[in-house]
Protein backbone atom coordinates (compact mmCIF):
# COMPACT_ATOMS: atom_id res chain seq x y z
CA UNK A 1 0.00 0.00 0.00
CA UNK A 2 1.29 3.51 -0.82
CA UNK A 3 -0.41 5.91 1.09
CA UNK A 4 -1.11 9.96 0.03
CA UNK A 5 -1.95 11.17 3.78
CA UNK A 6 1.19 13.04 4.58
CA UNK A 7 1.50 11.95 8.72
CA UNK A 8 1.43 8.44 10.09
CA UNK A 9 0.70 7.90 14.22
CA UNK A 10 1.79 4.70 14.91
CA UNK A 11 0.30 3.04 17.88
CA UNK A 12 -2.47 5.16 17.48
CA UNK A 13 -4.39 3.36 19.66
CA UNK A 14 -2.40 4.46 22.84
CA UNK A 15 -3.35 7.00 25.59
CA UNK A 16 -0.61 9.43 23.35
CA UNK A 17 -1.40 8.55 19.74
CA UNK A 18 -4.71 9.36 20.07
CA UNK A 19 -3.99 12.77 21.34
CA UNK A 20 -1.22 13.32 18.89
CA UNK A 21 -4.39 12.00 16.04
CA UNK A 22 -6.50 14.74 18.22
CA UNK A 23 -3.61 17.65 17.93
CA UNK A 24 -3.18 16.85 14.11
CA UNK A 25 -7.00 16.99 13.43
CA UNK A 26 -7.06 20.22 14.94
CA UNK A 27 -3.89 21.64 12.72
CA UNK A 28 -5.73 20.18 10.07
CA UNK A 29 -3.46 17.21 8.94
CA UNK A 30 -4.54 14.56 6.93
CA UNK A 31 -2.97 11.33 8.39
CA UNK A 32 -2.92 7.17 8.69
CA UNK A 33 -3.89 6.37 12.46
CA UNK A 34 -1.78 2.85 12.34
CA UNK A 35 -1.32 -0.18 15.22
CA UNK A 36 -1.32 -3.77 15.61
CA UNK A 37 -4.78 -4.15 15.74
CA UNK A 38 -6.52 -1.90 13.41
CA UNK A 39 -10.31 -2.74 15.59
CA UNK A 40 -8.85 -0.94 18.53
CA UNK A 41 -7.34 2.06 16.64
CA UNK A 42 -10.67 2.24 15.43
CA UNK A 43 -12.52 2.12 18.54
CA UNK A 44 -9.74 4.40 20.01
CA UNK A 45 -10.29 7.04 17.38
CA UNK A 46 -14.16 7.05 17.51
CA UNK A 47 -13.29 8.85 21.12
CA UNK A 48 -11.79 11.84 19.41
CA UNK A 49 -13.09 14.87 20.42
CA UNK A 50 -14.65 16.08 16.40
CA UNK A 51 -13.03 13.09 14.92
CA UNK A 52 -16.07 13.31 11.81
CA UNK A 53 -14.19 15.97 10.49
CA UNK A 54 -10.76 14.45 10.29
CA UNK A 55 -9.47 12.86 7.11
CA UNK A 56 -8.13 9.96 8.55
CA UNK A 57 -7.74 6.35 8.10
CA UNK A 58 -7.10 3.62 10.34
CA UNK A 59 -4.52 0.26 9.13
CA UNK A 60 -3.52 -2.36 11.00
CA UNK A 61 0.03 -3.35 10.60
CA UNK A 62 2.63 -5.95 11.67
CA UNK A 63 5.45 -4.62 14.15
CA UNK A 64 8.55 -5.95 11.47
CA UNK A 65 10.37 -3.49 9.21
CA UNK A 66 9.11 -4.74 5.95
CA UNK A 67 5.39 -4.38 6.98
CA UNK A 68 6.03 -0.98 8.26
CA UNK A 69 8.34 -0.02 5.31
CA UNK A 70 5.08 -0.95 3.15
CA UNK A 71 2.76 1.19 5.05
CA UNK A 72 5.31 4.50 5.25
CA UNK A 73 5.51 4.42 1.37
CA UNK A 74 4.51 7.55 -0.09
CA UNK A 75 4.12 9.51 3.47
CA UNK A 76 6.57 12.33 4.66
CA UNK A 77 6.40 12.32 8.82
CA UNK A 78 6.09 9.05 11.29
CA UNK A 79 5.21 9.56 14.81
CA UNK A 80 6.43 6.38 16.57
CA UNK A 81 4.15 5.97 20.08
CA UNK A 82 5.13 2.99 20.85
CA UNK A 83 7.51 2.47 23.80
CA UNK A 84 9.78 1.38 25.17
CA UNK A 85 11.36 3.10 22.74
CA UNK A 86 15.01 0.84 23.29
CA UNK A 87 13.13 -2.11 22.58
CA UNK A 88 10.42 -1.20 19.53
CA UNK A 89 12.04 1.75 18.42
CA UNK A 90 14.96 0.20 15.85
CA UNK A 91 12.44 -1.36 13.64
CA UNK A 92 10.39 1.77 13.21
CA UNK A 93 13.62 4.10 12.65
CA UNK A 94 15.02 1.43 9.87
CA UNK A 95 11.24 1.27 8.16
CA UNK A 96 11.66 5.26 8.02
CA UNK A 97 14.68 4.96 6.69
CA UNK A 98 13.76 3.19 4.15
CA UNK A 99 10.49 4.45 3.29
CA UNK A 100 12.26 8.52 3.32
CA UNK A 101 10.06 9.48 5.86
CA UNK A 102 11.26 11.53 8.79
CA UNK A 103 10.99 9.97 12.45
CA UNK A 104 9.79 11.54 15.45
CA UNK A 105 8.90 9.52 18.97
CA UNK A 106 8.39 10.53 22.14
CA UNK A 107 11.36 8.71 24.31
CA UNK A 108 12.59 9.84 27.19
CA UNK A 109 14.89 7.33 27.17
CA UNK A 110 18.38 8.57 27.14
CA UNK A 111 19.99 5.14 26.09
CA UNK A 112 17.90 5.09 23.07
CA UNK A 113 18.77 8.44 22.42
CA UNK A 114 22.24 7.82 22.48
CA UNK A 115 21.62 4.46 20.21
CA UNK A 116 19.27 6.39 17.99
CA UNK A 117 21.87 9.41 17.47
CA UNK A 118 25.39 6.32 17.00
CA UNK A 119 23.39 4.29 14.70
CA UNK A 120 21.29 6.32 12.53
CA UNK A 121 22.11 9.58 12.49
CA UNK A 122 24.40 9.74 9.39
CA UNK A 123 22.30 7.74 7.25
CA UNK A 124 19.10 9.97 7.75
CA UNK A 125 21.27 12.95 7.39
CA UNK A 126 22.57 11.51 3.85
CA UNK A 127 18.87 11.10 3.35
CA UNK A 128 18.12 14.90 4.24
CA UNK A 129 15.80 13.66 7.01
CA UNK A 130 15.52 13.99 10.61
CA UNK A 131 15.62 11.90 13.31
CA UNK A 132 13.85 13.30 15.55
CA UNK A 133 13.43 11.03 19.20
CA UNK A 134 11.50 12.80 22.09
CA UNK A 135 9.74 15.32 20.62
CA UNK A 136 7.84 15.58 24.17
CA UNK A 137 6.57 17.27 27.24
CA UNK A 138 9.74 15.20 28.76
CA UNK A 139 11.73 16.76 27.60
CA UNK A 140 11.37 19.46 24.79
CA UNK A 141 9.40 21.75 27.10
CA UNK A 142 12.67 22.14 29.46
CA UNK A 143 14.87 22.45 26.36
CA UNK A 144 12.47 25.30 25.55
CA UNK A 145 13.24 26.60 28.73
CA UNK A 146 16.83 25.68 28.72
CA UNK A 147 17.42 28.18 24.96
CA UNK A 148 15.22 30.76 26.61
CA UNK A 149 18.10 30.80 30.11
CA UNK A 150 21.25 30.56 27.17
CA UNK A 151 19.94 33.13 25.37
CA UNK A 152 21.77 35.46 27.99
CA UNK A 153 25.38 35.16 26.86
CA UNK A 154 28.23 33.40 29.27
CA UNK A 155 26.35 30.61 30.53
CA UNK A 156 27.91 27.38 30.28
CA UNK A 157 26.44 24.78 33.48
CA UNK A 158 21.78 23.68 33.30
CA UNK A 159 20.11 22.58 36.25
CA UNK A 160 16.93 20.99 35.21
CA UNK A 161 13.69 19.95 37.26
CA UNK A 162 11.24 18.56 35.35
CA UNK A 163 7.96 17.69 37.05
CA UNK A 164 4.42 16.61 36.35
CA UNK A 165 1.51 16.17 38.11
CA UNK A 166 -0.39 12.89 37.29
CA UNK A 167 -0.31 9.26 36.37
CA UNK A 168 2.09 7.45 33.93
CA UNK A 169 0.45 5.77 31.45
CA UNK A 170 0.75 0.95 30.45
CA UNK A 171 4.19 2.09 27.90
CA UNK A 172 5.20 4.92 29.96
CA UNK A 173 5.67 2.90 33.23
CA UNK A 174 7.10 -0.01 31.69
CA UNK A 175 9.19 2.39 29.89
CA UNK A 176 10.06 4.01 33.20
CA UNK A 177 10.89 0.70 34.58
CA UNK A 178 13.26 -0.41 31.19
CA UNK A 179 15.36 2.55 31.57
CA UNK A 180 16.55 1.03 35.39
CA UNK A 181 18.54 -1.82 33.55
CA UNK A 182 20.44 1.33 31.75
CA UNK A 183 23.45 3.41 32.90
CA UNK A 184 21.97 6.77 33.17
CA UNK A 185 24.36 9.89 32.77
CA UNK A 186 24.65 13.92 32.94
CA UNK A 187 27.19 15.96 31.80
CA UNK A 188 30.75 17.42 33.21
CA UNK A 189 32.72 19.35 31.24
CA UNK A 190 31.27 18.18 28.10
CA UNK A 191 31.97 14.46 29.58
CA UNK A 192 29.64 12.05 30.30
CA UNK A 193 29.36 10.93 34.15
CA UNK A 194 27.42 7.99 35.43
CA UNK A 195 24.44 8.73 38.10
CA UNK A 196 24.87 6.10 41.12
CA UNK A 197 21.79 4.08 40.92
CA UNK A 198 20.08 4.87 44.02
CA UNK A 199 20.69 8.74 42.96
CA UNK A 200 17.86 10.68 44.79
CA UNK A 201 17.49 14.65 44.79
CA UNK A 202 16.00 16.86 47.34
CA UNK A 203 14.52 19.74 45.35
CA UNK A 204 12.68 22.87 45.95
CA UNK A 205 10.01 23.51 43.39
CA UNK A 206 9.37 26.81 42.39
CA UNK A 207 6.20 28.45 43.11
CA UNK A 208 5.47 26.50 46.52
CA UNK A 209 7.32 26.28 50.23
CA UNK A 210 7.40 22.34 50.23
CA UNK A 211 10.01 20.71 48.47
CA UNK A 212 9.82 17.25 46.65
CA UNK A 213 12.00 14.61 45.93
CA UNK A 214 13.01 13.96 42.74
CA UNK A 215 15.48 11.21 40.77
CA UNK A 216 17.65 11.27 37.69
CA UNK A 217 15.01 9.64 36.14
CA UNK A 218 17.86 8.12 33.51
CA UNK A 219 19.35 10.76 32.94
CA UNK A 220 17.50 12.46 30.46
CA UNK A 221 17.53 13.94 27.48
CA UNK A 222 19.17 16.70 27.90
CA UNK A 223 23.06 15.87 28.61
CA UNK A 224 22.83 13.95 24.80
CA UNK A 225 21.35 17.28 23.26
CA UNK A 226 23.64 19.71 25.13
CA UNK A 227 26.56 17.54 24.68
CA UNK A 228 26.95 19.05 20.97
CA UNK A 229 25.95 22.31 21.65
CA UNK A 230 28.99 24.70 22.37
CA UNK A 231 27.51 26.94 24.53
CA UNK A 232 27.23 24.77 27.51
CA UNK A 233 29.73 21.95 29.00
CA UNK A 234 27.79 20.74 32.02
CA UNK A 235 23.93 19.75 32.16
CA UNK A 236 22.16 17.62 35.68
CA UNK A 237 18.60 17.26 35.11
CA UNK A 238 16.09 15.85 37.96
CA UNK A 239 12.79 14.77 37.38
CA UNK A 240 9.94 12.72 38.05
CA UNK A 241 6.16 13.43 39.32
CA UNK A 242 4.99 15.77 42.09
CA UNK A 243 4.13 13.13 44.10
CA UNK A 244 6.67 12.40 47.25
CA UNK A 245 5.17 8.87 48.07
CA UNK A 246 5.69 7.75 44.36
CA UNK A 247 8.94 9.08 44.01
CA UNK A 248 9.85 7.31 47.60
CA UNK A 249 8.02 3.72 45.95
CA UNK A 250 10.28 3.91 42.74
CA UNK A 251 13.33 4.94 44.93
CA UNK A 252 12.23 1.58 46.95
CA UNK A 253 12.03 -0.31 43.55
CA UNK A 254 15.15 1.01 42.63
CA UNK A 255 17.06 -0.53 45.61
CA UNK A 256 14.86 -3.78 44.80
CA UNK A 257 15.79 -4.01 40.94
CA UNK A 258 19.21 -3.13 41.81
CA UNK A 259 19.86 -6.18 44.49
CA UNK A 260 17.16 -8.79 42.88
CA UNK A 261 16.86 -7.96 38.93
CA UNK A 262 20.30 -6.51 37.45
CA UNK A 263 22.19 -9.52 38.35
CA UNK A 264 20.10 -11.69 36.42
CA UNK A 265 20.92 -11.91 32.20
CA UNK A 266 19.72 -9.59 30.47
CA UNK A 267 16.69 -11.03 28.70
CA UNK A 268 15.80 -12.27 32.53
CA UNK A 269 16.33 -8.31 33.66
CA UNK A 270 13.65 -7.53 30.24
CA UNK A 271 10.72 -9.78 31.66
CA UNK A 272 11.16 -8.99 35.63
CA UNK A 273 11.36 -5.25 34.93
CA UNK A 274 8.22 -5.59 32.32
CA UNK A 275 6.20 -7.83 35.55
CA UNK A 276 7.06 -5.32 37.87
CA UNK A 277 5.93 -2.56 36.18
CA UNK A 278 2.96 -4.47 34.97
CA UNK A 279 2.11 -4.44 39.11
CA UNK A 280 2.30 -0.35 39.01
CA UNK A 281 -0.15 0.66 35.91
CA UNK A 282 -2.28 -1.62 34.15
CA UNK A 283 -4.77 0.40 33.21
CA UNK A 284 -5.44 3.55 31.41
CA UNK A 285 -4.97 7.13 33.11
CA UNK A 286 -8.37 9.04 32.92
CA UNK A 287 -8.26 12.19 30.37
CA UNK A 288 -6.03 14.94 31.71
CA UNK A 289 -7.52 17.87 33.54
CA UNK A 290 -5.38 21.30 33.72
CA UNK A 291 -6.50 21.96 37.18
CA UNK A 292 -5.28 18.77 38.45
CA UNK A 293 -2.35 17.78 35.83
CA UNK A 294 0.33 20.87 35.90
CA UNK A 295 3.94 20.78 35.32
CA UNK A 296 6.93 22.81 36.18
CA UNK A 297 9.89 23.03 33.89
CA UNK A 298 12.97 25.18 35.27
CA UNK A 299 16.17 26.05 34.54
CA UNK A 300 18.86 27.46 36.17
CA UNK A 301 21.82 28.20 33.55
CA UNK A 302 25.01 30.05 35.35
CA UNK A 303 28.39 30.67 34.54
CA UNK A 304 30.94 32.67 35.99
CA UNK A 305 29.54 35.97 35.25
CA UNK A 306 26.01 35.42 34.57
CA UNK A 307 23.17 33.42 36.23
CA UNK A 308 19.67 33.40 34.47
CA UNK A 309 16.41 31.27 36.23
CA UNK A 310 13.68 30.49 33.81
CA UNK A 311 10.83 28.71 35.00
CA UNK A 312 7.85 27.17 32.52
CA UNK A 313 4.51 26.24 34.21
CA UNK A 314 2.28 24.08 32.30
CA UNK A 315 -0.33 21.80 32.29
CA UNK A 316 -1.00 18.64 30.90
CA UNK A 317 2.06 16.84 29.98
CA UNK A 318 0.73 14.19 27.83
CA UNK A 319 -1.44 16.90 25.81
CA UNK A 320 1.76 18.94 25.59
CA UNK A 321 3.30 15.74 24.11
CA UNK A 322 0.24 15.32 21.52
CA UNK A 323 0.62 18.66 20.57
CA UNK A 324 4.39 18.96 20.26
CA UNK A 325 4.16 15.73 17.65
CA UNK A 326 1.21 17.17 15.41
CA UNK A 327 3.13 21.00 15.30
CA UNK A 328 6.32 19.03 14.31
CA UNK A 329 5.00 16.58 11.81
CA UNK A 330 2.96 19.77 10.52
CA UNK A 331 6.09 21.99 10.46
CA UNK A 332 7.91 18.74 8.60
CA UNK A 333 5.01 18.08 5.87
CA UNK A 334 5.32 22.02 4.88
CA UNK A 335 9.09 22.71 5.11
CA UNK A 336 12.48 20.92 5.83
CA UNK A 337 13.94 21.04 9.18
CA UNK A 338 16.32 23.25 10.54
CA UNK A 339 18.63 20.18 10.83
CA UNK A 340 19.03 16.71 9.16
CA UNK A 341 20.15 13.52 10.99
CA UNK A 342 19.45 13.26 14.92
CA UNK A 343 18.59 16.57 16.30
CA UNK A 344 16.10 17.94 19.05
CA UNK A 345 12.85 19.10 18.70
CA UNK A 346 14.57 22.55 19.18
CA UNK A 347 17.18 22.26 17.16
CA UNK A 348 15.23 21.02 14.33
CA UNK A 349 12.19 23.48 14.40
CA UNK A 350 13.12 26.57 17.05
CA UNK A 351 12.70 26.86 20.24
CA UNK A 352 10.16 30.01 20.07
CA UNK A 353 7.94 28.44 17.23
CA UNK A 354 7.64 25.58 19.83
CA UNK A 355 6.52 27.82 22.81
CA UNK A 356 4.13 29.58 20.66
CA UNK A 357 2.30 26.16 19.86
CA UNK A 358 2.32 25.52 23.54
CA UNK A 359 1.05 28.45 24.47
CA UNK A 360 -1.70 29.30 21.31
CA UNK A 361 -3.23 25.97 23.01
CA UNK A 362 -2.91 27.16 26.78
CA UNK A 363 -0.51 24.26 27.90
CA UNK A 364 2.23 26.50 29.26
CA UNK A 365 2.18 30.24 30.85
CA UNK A 366 4.36 32.53 30.12
CA UNK A 367 7.80 32.04 30.83
CA UNK A 368 8.77 33.43 34.27
CA UNK A 369 12.38 35.07 33.73
CA UNK A 370 15.35 36.10 36.31
CA UNK A 371 18.20 37.59 34.48
CA UNK A 372 21.33 38.56 36.91
CA UNK A 373 24.13 39.32 34.35
N1 LIG B 1 8.56 11.83 27.17
C1 LIG B 1 7.28 12.11 27.43
O1 LIG B 1 6.94 13.18 27.95
C2 LIG B 1 6.25 11.12 27.03
C3 LIG B 1 4.90 11.48 27.01
C4 LIG B 1 3.96 10.55 26.60
C5 LIG B 1 4.37 9.27 26.22
N2 LIG B 1 5.68 8.95 26.26
C6 LIG B 1 6.13 7.60 25.84
O2 LIG B 1 5.42 7.20 24.70
C7 LIG B 1 5.19 5.79 24.72
C8 LIG B 1 3.71 5.54 24.52
O3 LIG B 1 2.99 6.02 25.61
P1 LIG B 1 1.41 5.91 25.73
O4 LIG B 1 1.05 6.84 26.81
O5 LIG B 1 0.73 6.11 24.44
O6 LIG B 1 1.24 4.38 26.17
P2 LIG B 1 0.04 3.36 25.94
O7 LIG B 1 -1.27 4.05 26.15
O8 LIG B 1 0.32 2.18 26.79
O9 LIG B 1 0.13 2.97 24.38
C9 LIG B 1 1.16 2.18 23.85
C10 LIG B 1 0.95 2.00 22.35
O10 LIG B 1 1.98 1.12 21.86
C11 LIG B 1 1.36 0.00 21.21
N3 LIG B 1 2.18 -1.20 21.40
C12 LIG B 1 2.61 -1.73 22.56
N4 LIG B 1 3.35 -2.82 22.34
C13 LIG B 1 3.38 -3.00 20.99
C14 LIG B 1 3.98 -3.95 20.13
N5 LIG B 1 4.69 -4.98 20.62
N6 LIG B 1 3.81 -3.82 18.79
C15 LIG B 1 3.09 -2.81 18.29
N7 LIG B 1 2.48 -1.86 19.06
C16 LIG B 1 2.62 -1.98 20.39
C17 LIG B 1 0.00 -0.14 21.87
O11 LIG B 1 -0.84 -0.87 21.00
P3 LIG B 1 -2.09 -1.74 21.56
O12 LIG B 1 -3.20 -0.77 21.83
O13 LIG B 1 -2.38 -2.65 20.43
O14 LIG B 1 -1.63 -2.42 22.82
C18 LIG B 1 -0.38 1.35 22.00
O15 LIG B 1 -0.84 1.85 20.77
C19 LIG B 1 5.76 5.30 26.05
O16 LIG B 1 7.04 4.76 25.84
C20 LIG B 1 5.86 6.56 26.91
O17 LIG B 1 6.89 6.49 27.87
C21 LIG B 1 6.61 9.84 26.65
Not at 156 to 178: E, N
Not at 234 to 263: H, Q
Request: charge should be neutral.
Amino acid sequence: MTTKKPVIVYGASGYTGRLVCEYLRELGLPFVAAGRDAARVQAVMNTVPGIDSADYEVVGVEHDVKALTALFKGAKVVCNMVGPFIKYGPDVVEACLAAGCHYLDTTGEQDWLMDAKARYSDAFAAKALLLSPCVAHMYTTGEIAANIALETPGLDTLDILVLWKGFPTYASTQTIFTILKAKWYYLEQNKYVAWPIDAKIEVSVPGQHMTTLALPWGGTSHPVWFKDDPRVSSCKVAGGVFAREVMEGVVGMTKMVETDILPLPLAEQEVALANMAATVQASMPPRENPRLNTTIDSVHASGPLARVHCILHGNCNYKQTGLLQAFAAASLVQQAPQRVGFASACQAFGYRSLLGALRSFGLVMKPVLTVHD
